[in-house]
């Protein structure tokens, strides 16, 4: 008599790793995100054979995936975008906008490709903010795990409409950099970003914690470049930067100043304990 085997679980009926969040999102939320890592890893995406780059936990409408598409190309023309939400409902929503290198899949932190495909980048903006701090750690190791060798996950916040937004790069090996990103016009302080610091940070923004003593720092370089603002917030912005890369170790420079970004390694940043 055969032996009876253990019958294996359609992907169908594996349950995604993750929990619904808010879904909310707008168009042209991520541009900033969008445009450093375009920049950043354009050449590593331009290097991939057949690229794919995921939008995990797009929201409740598909704008971000579709912007991450066209901008990405820009860069890298043979890229290809996965959109990947857990709520089942946001995919079929999403399924209209389906197009030659975009398409959205039902999924959560196991990031299911066809094929088993490893990305060549991973943006999660606004997940884990909705997640306890205690879960960054194992979401980021199980996301960095499903890269490609010379793949990036880039997680982070914004506001609702882009104006600030705070995010890590991440490679195989775990956390590598911090950027914060504003439109300089609308800042009155750096600390300001401080709210839109991701879920790894946010918590750490208090004495003794190196992100603290960091937005410190930031601030007084900032009030120190006060006389630059005759000649735009721009050029204040990067002699702020320029001040702060004595102390601190800086891992951009002039040209991604001017964008209003300014990116810091992550060891300088880590929380303690």
Request: aromatic share 6%; hydrophobic share 40%.
């Amino acid at each position: 008599m055969a032996s009876r085997s253990t019958p294996t679980p359609s992907r169908a009926s594996v349950r995604p790793v993750g929990s619904v969040t808010r879904g909310t999102t707008n168009p042209n939320r991520l541009r900033r995100m969008d445009r450093w890592i375009a920049a950043t890893h354009g050449a590593a995406l331009r290097r991939a054979e057949a690229p794919v780059a995921v939008d995990l936990g797009y929201g409740a409408a598909p704008w971000t995936a579709v912007e991450l598409l066209a901008r990405l190309r820009e860069a890298a023309p043979r890229v290809r975008v996965v959109g990947i939400e857990i709520e089942p409902a946001r995919v079929a929503g999403a399924k209209p906008y389906e197009r030659d290198g975009l398409s959205f899949r039902h999924g959560g932190f196991e990031v299911p490709l066809e094929g088993g495909v490893r990305p060549a980048l991973i943006r999660a903006a606004n997940v884990l903010r909705q997640y306890d701090e205690e879960q960054v750690a194992e979401v980021w190791a199980r996301l960095c795990a499903r890269l490609d060798p010379d793949g990036l996950l880039v997680e982070g916040t914004c506001d609702e409409i882009g104006r600030r937004h705070v995010w890590v790069a991440l490679g195989p090996e775990g956390a590598r950099t911090v950027t914060f990103a504003t439109r300089l016009g609308s800042l009155e302080r750096p600390s300001d970003l401080a709210e839109r610091l991701p879920k790894a940070l946010i918590h750490r923004n208090v004495p003794g914690e190196p992100v603290h003593a960091f937005l410190r720092d930031f601030d007084r370089a900032w009030a120190a470049a006060a006389p630059y603002a005759s000649y735009g917030a721009r050029q204040r912005w990067i002699r702020t930067a320029r001040a702060l890369s004595a102390d601190w170790p800086l891992a951009d420079g002039p040209g991604r100043w001017r964008q209003g970004e300014l990116t810091v390694r992550w060891d300088a940043l880590r929380p303690t304990g």
